[in-house]
């Protein structure tokens, strides 16, 4: 980031993964966004298509109570 003269707070990691890709952008002090229907979509009840909005607040707080970060942001999918 100092390289390319990129600010922190203007960047985001985006992984589906909270043991790895939101724990690893905590661990730099970056943003990170969670995509839902990756790794953990068979806990959350997410597949792609599913609205982030629809996914239920029960199953969200029991994952992400096991793990030590949360994401600052989440999707329920993730394309180009």
């Given at each position: 980031m100092d390289k390319l003269q990129l600010e922190r707070h203007l960047v985001a990691h985006v992984g589906d993964s909270l043991e790895h890709d939101v724990?690893?952008?905590?661990g730099v002090g970056l943003s990170s966004v969670f995509v839902a229907a990756g790794v953990h979509g068979g806990e959350l009840g997410c597949s792609v298509g599913t609205p982030v909005e629809q996914l239920e607040r029960a199953a969200m707080t029991r994952l992400f109570a096991r793990w030590p970060h949360t994401p600052t942001h989440m999707l329920s999918t993730f394309a180009w």
């Open positions: 724990a690893g952008a905590a």
